[in-house]
């Protein structure tokens, strides 16, 4: 599910949304006749933007912001604690919870509710639990992204390597982007509090954040897909394919079940995906593939950014992306794609222990 901002991040109309549709979906949620909501008086002291008391003298307060974004649920709770106390249920209020921010607030134990009404709040003797409600409120557009193909390099090389300080000029380097989109980029990865600093440098503040958050944009059908039919399944039909492209010097990078099966043995799987460089029509022509989208076991892809070529590596004898790329394209590909995304992320992108993507 796509992430929605609401009136286009203004956190202004996102409280004064809130503060009108708060009171019904508390009444609803906690079965209570009436529930008042107030905005809370800022006096230089952490405080929230809301207020509210229900009929069993539980206080709630609520800090809104204006979407479900990883980093600005992370943000949320650092605020949120500065208001927690006795008798106290810190809340989040966002216009729609995304599957990434609701993954993100378990993650760090935050409750929260959305203005279309699904919630997920436990305190003592209140645990409320309401997901599927659709979205009510709509987007009315969203701003550019840091995850855009392009722009994504910048995130790329940030959780290739995420121990690293970096200065921006390094980043524009790596990447091959100019100094401008490389700080605006950061400017945007800034803004949804997914950096930390230390004077000039920069790194991500916390790998996970940035990955989920990177993942909650990412599409892969915004990729040049291209299906076809070679006689063989599984690694065997991989390793055949990656043959048949190092003889025509096709350069290319294995991404998805086949990836996930090199490093880690992981999961038997029918459908082999492969980025190529260039045209994968030119690609599918020299190699002499069927084209077919009913009953097609490859896939050759021509990425909309080079970008996912970087760190490939040879693992098991196939030329495959980096495990990072490998992650986001399995969350989105059938079979037992999902699970092998978990497995190689448990596996691979365990950051606090240094690994890298």
């Given at each position: 599910?796509?992430?929605?901002t609401?009136m286009?991040?203004?956190a202004a109309?996102?409280?004064?949304?809130?503060?009108?549709?708060?009171?019904?979906?508390?009444?609803?949620?906690?079965?209570?006749?009436?529930v008042q909501?107030?905005?809370?008086?800022r006096?230089g002291?952490?405080?929230?933007d809301l207020?509210a008391?229900?009929g069993?003298?539980?206080?709630?307060v609520?800090?809104v912001?204006?979407?479900s974004?990883?980093?600005?649920?992370?943000?949320?709770a650092?605020?949120?604690?500065?208001?927690?106390?006795e008798?106290?249920?810190p809340?989040l209020v966002?216009?729609?919870?995304s599957?990434?921010?609701?993954?993100t607030?378990?993650r760090?134990?935050?409750?929260?509710i959305d203005?279309?009404g699904n919630?997920?709040?436990?305190?003592?003797?209140?645990?409320?639990?309401v997901q599927?409600r659709?979205n009510?409120l709509g987007?009315?557009?969203?701003?550019?992204?840091?995850?855009?193909?392009?722009?994504?390099?910048?995130?790329?090389?940030?959780?290739?390597d995420?121990?690293?300080?970096?200065?921006?000029?390094d980043l524009?380097?790596?990447?091959g982007?100019d100094?401008?989109s490389v700080s605006?980029v950061?400017?945007?990865?800034?803004?949804?509090?997914?950096l930390?600093?230390?004077?000039?440098?920069?790194r991500?503040?916390?790998p996970?954040?940035?990955?989920?958050?990177w993942?909650?944009?990412y599409r892969?059908?915004?990729h040049?897909?291209?299906p076809?039919?070679?006689?063989?399944?599984?690694?065997?039909?991989a390793?055949v394919?990656?043959?048949?492209?190092?003889?025509?010097?096709?350069p290319?990078?294995?991404?998805?079940?086949?990836?996930?099966?090199?490093?880690?043995?992981?999961a038997?799987?029918?459908?082999t995906?492969?980025?190529?460089d260039?045209d994968?029509?030119?690609?599918?022509?020299r190699l002499?593939?069927r084209r077919?989208?009913?009953g097609?076991?490859?896939?050759?892809?021509?990425?909309n950014?080079?970008g996912?070529?970087?760190?490939?590596?040879?693992?098991?004898?196939?030329?495959?992306?980096?495990p990072?790329q490998?992650?986001?394209?399995?969350?989105?590909?059938?079979?037992?794609?999902?699970e092998?995304?978990?497995?190689l992320?448990?596996?691979?992108?365990?950051?606090?222990?240094?690994?890298?993507?």
């Amino acid at each position: 599910m796509q992430e929605v901002t609401f009136m286009q991040g203004s956190a202004a109309a996102i409280e004064r949304e809130a503060r009108h549709r708060l009171p019904r979906l508390l009444a609803e949620l906690l079965d209570e006749s009436v529930v008042q909501v107030e905005t809370l008086r800022r006096d230089g002291a952490p405080q929230a933007d809301l207020i509210a008391t229900d009929g069993q003298g539980r206080v709630l307060v609520f800090e809104v912001k204006s979407s479900s974004r990883p980093g600005q649920v992370a943000r949320a709770a650092e605020q949120l604690l500065a208001c927690a106390g006795e008798g106290v249920i810190p809340v989040l209020v966002v216009p729609f919870m995304s599957r990434a921010g609701a993954e993100t607030a378990d993650r760090v134990r935050l409750n929260w509710i959305d203005l279309s009404g699904n919630a997920h709040v436990r305190a003592e003797n209140l645990h409320l639990w309401v997901q599927g409600r659709p979205n009510e409120l709509g987007s009315r557009g969203r701003p550019s992204s840091p995850f855009a193909p392009r722009s994504a390099r910048v995130t790329r090389a940030l959780l290739l390597d995420p121990a690293r300080w970096w200065v921006q000029k390094d980043l524009a380097a790596v990447t091959g982007l100019d100094d401008g989109s490389v700080s605006r980029v950061v400017r945007r990865l800034d803004d949804e509090f997914l950096l930390e600093r230390r004077e000039r440098e920069l790194r991500p503040r916390d790998p996970d954040l940035l990955l989920d958050a990177w993942a909650q944009d990412y599409r892969f059908d915004r990729h040049d897909i291209l299906p076809g039919h070679l006689s063989g399944s599984g690694i065997e039909l991989a390793r055949v394919l990656a043959e048949r492209l190092q003889s025509l010097n096709i350069p290319h990078a294995f991404t998805g079940l086949p990836a996930a099966w090199v490093m880690d043995q992981f999961a038997r799987f029918r459908l082999t995906t492969v980025y190529v460089d260039g045209d994968p029509r030119d690609a599918i022509e020299r190699l002499g593939i069927r084209r077919a989208a009913k009953g097609a076991n490859i896939q050759l892809v021509g990425p909309n950014d080079t970008g996912v070529f970087s760190g490939e590596h040879d693992h098991g004898g196939l030329r495959c992306v980096a495990p990072v790329q490998a992650y986001l394209d399995l969350l989105q590909l059938p079979e037992r794609a999902t699970e092998a995304a978990q497995h190689l992320r448990a596996r691979h992108l365990r950051w606090r222990h240094g690994a890298t993507g």
